[in-house]
Structures are given as C-alpha cells and as structure tokens.
C-alpha cells in the first residue's frame, strides 16, 4: 500500500480491507483524505473501470475520480487503480423507491455519452468488438445460460430465442453510448437528503460499459 500510494505523495495512517468478489479493494487513510486501492490479479481488468470512471467524471457524473492507475506491474507485480473514497449511507427500505428515481435519473444522463466502440476497451483507443450484435451472441455463448438453456426450454424454442436475437438487425445500433453493465443497488453509493436520496457515486462498473442502454 505504501509503495503504490508513494506515487502520489500520500502518507499512509491507517489501512483496513474492504469485501471484494474478484479484487483486493483496502481502504486508506491518510493526511490528504481518504483512498479506495483496487488490485487485480487480472491483467488490464482495472482497465475497464478506469474507461468508465474518468468517461463519466469528466462529464459530471457522480463517480469515485481516479487518482492513479497503473497496469505496468513495475510498483507491484499486478495493475492498481487508486479512488478518492466516497462516504454513503445504507439505504432504508422505505426510501428505495426514491433512491431508484436517483439512480435512474443519473443513468438517463450516462446514457446520453457517446463513445467510440462496443463492449469492452482493449486499451484506451481500442475496443474489443466490431458490432453490438456482436458483442451479444459473444456474450451469450460464454454464458451460464448455454450450459442450462435446454433444461428451460426446447430446443426450438432455443432456436428461436436465438434467431429473434442475433439475426434480428432492428436490434443493431450505430451510435454506442456509456453503460454501466453491472446496475444493483450495491453498485451504487448514496446520501439520505431532505428531498430523498441523492446518489453519490457509481461504482463497480461490469466488462461490457459501451452500447445499448437497455442493456442496463
């Protein structure tokens, strides 16, 4: 922690580790505020993240700003990403409805961000497919739904499935906009206001951040 965070001149207090499904995500405090470090086994996987958030922040979208991202492994043998920490509140069951009206408000606005490319970045100028039909029927064959799909339904009605989608061209789009792939309410960070809920943060973007956003 102390290697990655001297990047930035910032002097570490106190660390603590923060639950994660596939990324060492510890928590810093220090002098100069607080930090979220994400480390990833994975290579380029913080990648995606970093698209997204610096996408976003610099269209005014609330999400944590980026204070350092690193896939050289030459500080420590994996890719970092450094956040500012964001402070939140649990949300109360009686404001869900009005923590949802947050989030999609905020959503109509990261879908109004065009982008270059569909899916997953490659690296900053590169995207990994060519078309948002594409992207679906790779997505769908590396699936969980493949293994099981027979078990639901017959085999025709697969075969349909199938058609409507991947050979339905009305299902195409040219213009990919900003997606967050991976919307729940543990992705999203909020504050309890006078008028409601106030979203402070999105957080934990999926692989796929580029192309229809109905797929949110």
């Not at 060492?24 to 970093?50: A, D, H, P, Q």
């Not at 989030?103 to 970045?121: A, D």
């Not at 006078?194 to 580029?210: E, F, Q, V, W």
């Amino acid at each position: 922690v102390e290697k990655i965070l001297n990047q930035v001149g910032v002097t570490v207090l106190s660390v603590s580790r923060l639950p994660g499904e596939t990324n060492v995500n510890v928590r810093v405090k220090s002098r100069n505020g607080e930090y979220v470090i994400r480390i990833s086994c994975r290579r380029r996987e913080l990648l995606v993240s970093n698209v997204f958030y610096n996408t976003a922040y610099s269209r005014g979208i609330p999400v944590p700003e980026v204070v350092l991202y690193d896939d050289s492994c030459s500080v420590i043998p994996f890719e970092y990403q450094v956040v500012k920490f964001v402070e939140s509140e649990s949300v109360d069951k009686s404001q869900v409805r009005n923590a949802g009206k947050a989030l999609g408000s905020t959503l109509r606005k990261l879908h109004s961000i065009s982008m270059h490319g569909f899916g997953t970045p490659i690296d900053l100028e590169r995207w990994k497919h060519a078309s948002w039909l594409e992207l679906l029927s790779k997505v769908y064959l590396h699936s969980d739904f493949m293994k099981a799909r027979t078990a639901v339904y017959s085999k025709k009605e697969v075969a349909q499935i199938e058609k409507m989608t991947f050979e339905n061209g009305s299902l195409e789009i040219s213009d990919p906009k900003l997606i967050h792939g991976d919307v729940s309410i543990n992705n999203c960070l909020f504050h309890q206001v006078i008028s409601g809920m106030k979203l402070c943060a999105l957080i934990d973007p999926g692989t796929i951040i580029s192309g229809d956003p109905m797929f949110d």
